[in-house]
């Protein structure tokens, strides 16, 4: 892996971590074009963007991360529990689904999905939540459920769960920034692991290309955050349907 491929796969990483659009798919077509084979580097470079995309979470709510929201935060440790507890207990027939056309297929499918919510079911300003401190156990569980569904690839971890946020009443708002914080447990569990499991081969990385990489895909996730609560206070989740069923057939057309 060079430092360009470092930068590249790092703005991807960042850029698509955050946004109901998998970053898997990017990822998998960024790693061909790029041709980027699964090795010790690119498997360490995986872990350690995950890491940057956890700290990018944690820089733009660090006012949420203490004791006064201890009750924000037994609800996303709700939430995060149906995933850690299927994806552990399905880990094999997880992985089995992994392939390009399933990608493809879900990219399809969800943008489907988003393009029917947003048509049929939200009214932002009437939205029961406004406010993501105002979520209840319940909702918090429902949305939990919801991200399930991210076990298939293509699925999205934030589609799945902004989903299941506005069906249950969430604001567009709310709902990106329950997502948002509900990434911190599910990645910190997925990067955790991915170190313990893989943490022999970053003697054969290169420190520099993984710190470049590291820097690139925390900023542009920062960024990304920001950028992607402004857009909703003007715009809905249509543009980002449009775009998963665009991507998904380009997938199939190339895959």
Partial sequence: ??????????VIEGFT???????????????????LEQTSVTKAYEVIIQFAAILAVFFNYKEKFTLKHTQLWMKVFLAFLPIATIGFL??????????VEIVAIMFIVGGIVFLVV???????????????ENVS???????????????IPGTS???????????????RKASAEFSFLLAFPVMAAVTAHDLLKHYKEFADTDLLTLGIGFFVAFVVAYLT???????????????????????????????
């Fill in 17 to 35: 971590e955050f946004l109901p659009i998998s970053s898997t798919g990017h990822m998998i077509v960024a790693s061909k074009f790029l041709g």
């Fill in 157 to 171: 971890r934030a589609g799945s769960t902004i989903i299941g946020a506005l069906l249950v009443g969430l604001s």
């Fill in 1 to 10: 892996m060079t430092i360009f491929d470092s930068v590249v796969l790092g």
């Fill in 90 to 99: 399905f880990s094999k027939q997880i992985k089995a689904l992994f392939n």
């Fill in 225 to 255: 955050i920001k950028l992607f609560l402004a857009f909703l206070e003007r715009f809905t989740f249509v543009a980002f349907g449009v775009y998963r069923i665009i991507f998904g057939v380009i997938l199939l057309m190339l895959f």
């Fill in 137 to 151: 156990f319940k909702q918090a569980l429902w949305i939990g459920l919801a991200q399930v569904f991210a076990l």
């Fill in 118 to 132: 947003e048509k049929w079911f939200i009214k932002d300003d009437a939205a029961a939540v406004q406010n993501v």
